[in-house]
């Protein structure tokens, strides 16, 4: 792969030196590169000479400039809902020049915007069985849902993302965990962002022990399911 070495509207060059070039073409071979793909595929956006992780969870982002050589330095910054612009939040950010491999190689695997359709499922050779845990572990919502017709609470896992990454994702949990096949849901405010729906006692336990969300076991083993009086 070419050493890229390109200015940019950024006051500061981009160098990736023979040393970093040889970490890379090692890291896309590992375990540690399916996850930074997942962490992108989940939280990633791209300006113009710049590519950026952007999370409300600081341990997340965290994790992928500690994975990925050469990003910058760590920090916070307010957004807002689109929806509501009085409603700020807190994100943590890690970005990088828009010319680093990484970029470069994501973009060929598939890579789009958030604000295209379907992203796709990434191509290419990866670590698939480590991808699909770190997405699913980093992009999922643990809760609780209660019928009153039948004075029952029963637990709800939804993991979201396109028909395209779901559709693998529903794939893969069924080869692999013999959990049962899913139907790709709508979320009503968006044509682009869906979902999978988990509400078996017996599923959800397995899915999140598989993909080792520790806060979620956590979170389900204290949640008061069943019917009640």
């Given at each position: 792969?070419?050493?890229?070495?390109?200015?940019?509207?950024?006051?500061?060059?981009?160098?990736?030196?023979?040393?970093?070039?040889?970490?890379?073409?090692d890291?896309?071979?590992?375990?540690?590169?399916?996850?930074?793909?997942?962490?992108?595929?989940?939280?990633?956006?791209?300006?113009?000479?710049?590519?950026?992780?952007r999370?409300?969870?600081?341990?997340?982002?965290?994790?992928?400039?500690?994975?990925?050589?050469?990003?910058?330095?760590l920090?916070?910054?307010?957004?807002?809902?689109?929806?509501?612009?009085?409603?700020?939040?807190?994100?943590?950010?890690?970005?990088?020049?828009?010319?680093?491999?990484?970029?470069?190689?994501?973009?060929?695997m598939?890579?789009?915007?958030?604000?295209?359709?379907?992203?796709?499922?990434?191509?290419?050779?990866?670590?698939?069985?480590?991808?699909?845990?770190?997405?699913?572990?980093?992009?999922?919502?643990?809760?609780?849902?209660?019928?009153?017709?039948?004075?029952?609470?029963?637990?709800?896992?939804?993991?979201?993302?396109?028909?395209?990454?779901?559709?693998?994702?529903?794939?893969?949990?069924?080869?692999?965990?013999?959990?049962?096949?899913?139907?790709?849901?709508?979320?009503?405010?968006?044509?682009?962002?869906?979902?999978?729906?988990?509400?078996?006692?017996?599923?959800?336990?397995?899915?999140l022990?598989?993909v080792?969300?520790?806060?979620?076991?956590?979170?389900?083993?204290?949640?008061?399911?069943?019917?009640?009086?």
């Open positions: 792969m070419e050493l890229p070495s390109f200015p940019s509207k950024n006051p500061h060059l981009f160098i990736f030196a023979e040393e970093d070039m040889k970490w890379f073409e890291f896309i071979k590992s375990k540690e590169f399916a996850e930074a793909l997942a962490i992108v595929w989940c939280y990633g956006t791209l300006s113009v000479d710049s590519f950026t992780v999370c409300k969870n600081r341990s997340i982002v965290a994790r992928f400039k500690e994975l990925v050589r050469k990003t910058r330095p920090r916070s910054q307010t957004a807002y809902i689109q929806s509501d612009k009085n409603k700020p939040y807190d994100q943590w950010v890690c970005s990088m020049h828009y010319m680093h491999p990484f970029v470069l190689q994501i973009k060929n598939g890579w789009v915007p958030i604000t295209y359709e379907d992203k796709p499922y990434p191509t290419g050779e990866f670590d698939d069985e480590t991808f699909v845990k770190t997405y699913i572990k980093i992009h999922h919502a643990l809760d609780s849902s209660y019928s009153k017709k039948i004075k029952y609470t029963r637990p709800r896992l939804r993991i979201h993302g396109t028909d395209n990454v779901l559709e693998k994702i529903n794939n893969h949990l069924i080869g692999n965990l013999k959990i049962g096949k899913k139907k790709i849901q709508k979320i009503n405010i968006s044509n682009k962002t869906k979902y999978l729906q988990y509400t078996s006692k017996i599923e959800i336990p397995i899915i022990e598989y080792q969300a520790q806060e979620s076991i956590e979170k389900y083993n204290s949640l008061k399911l069943g019917y009640s009086p």
